[in-house]
């Protein structure tokens, strides 16, 4: 399909685990998103990438997220030593070029950290 | 602090009738507003935007309204179907600042009764 892709769709891990969020974002789109969305809340913004080049990390939440895009294509966000308040659906989202572009969103990660 | 709040976590209405989902903000800087529409297991998907440069944009049977003075925008849709059933979730952004940046509410829940 032409949309975004991310993977696993559900990954449940043991606290203090590290684990990989995989996300393949629309062929062509330069800016790449990830959110998070824990229950009951609104999708909280996490890290931009333009290319390859991530100018805003700031919401990234501490020091155990961290986040990499390689040819301009594929993004993996890796959340080290999880803790349970990590526990919410990640979604990536693309765009053509960033700014006022209208963001696209994959199905997002479930994750559960035990 | 949440800057972009949906108070309604749920509406339910009769098909054929109108939904008018409700959206205040508090950050002054935000500019551009986007509502996106969530089906359970999917990505948000774009609905529909407006410009603080309007206080209304129509797309079909989705129309939204923004009162700057009172930091409100509300989105109408008319009439409901029973596909439209969703969590909407209204966003903004600062366009003079980190104009990728989309600032979610919590989403209301909309279901529309056959």
């Known amino acids: 399909g032409a949309g975004v892709s991310q993977s696993p769709s559900n990954k449940v891990t043991e606290k203090g685990k590290d684990v990989e969020l995989r996300c393949d974002p629309i062929?062509?789109?330069?800016?790449l998103y990830w959110y998070r969305q824990r229950l009951g809340q609104g999708l909280e913004f996490l890290i931009y990438?333009?290319?390859?080049?991530?100018?805003?990390k700031s919401g990234l939440p501490s020091d155990r997220f961290s986040a990499e895009r390689t040819g301009e294509s594929v993004s993996t966000l890796t959340i080290q030593r999880t803790q349970q308040e990590d526990s919410a659906v990640y979604l990536c989202?693309?765009?053509?070029?960033?700014?006022?572009?209208?963001?696209?969103f994959g199905p997002g990660t479930r994750l559960t950290v035990t | 602090d949440q800057q972009v709040k949906q108070n309604s976590p749920s509406l339910s209405v009769q098909e054929g009738r109108i939904s008018i989902l409700n959206c205040d903000y508090t950050n002054s800087m935000f500019d551009y507003f986007l509502w996106y529409k969530k089906y359970p297991a999917e990505g948000p998907t774009f609905l529909i935007s407006?410009?603080?440069?309007?206080d209304k944009n129509e797309d079909g049977r989705f129309t939204v309204f923004l009162n700057k003075s009172a930091k409100h925008l509300s989105l109408h849709i008319v009439p409901s179907q029973p596909g439209d059933s969703a969590v909407y979730f209204c966003a903004a952004i600062s366009s003079g600042g980190s104009n990728y940046k989309l600032t979610f509410g919590k989403g209301t829940l909309l279901t529309v009764n056959p």
């Open positions: 989202a693309s765009s053509l070029a960033g700014g006022l572009g209208e963001q696209y």
């Open positions: 062929s062509g789109h330069t800016a």
């Open positions: 407006i410009s603080s440069i309007k």
């Open positions: 990438f333009q290319g390859n080049s991530a100018p805003d």
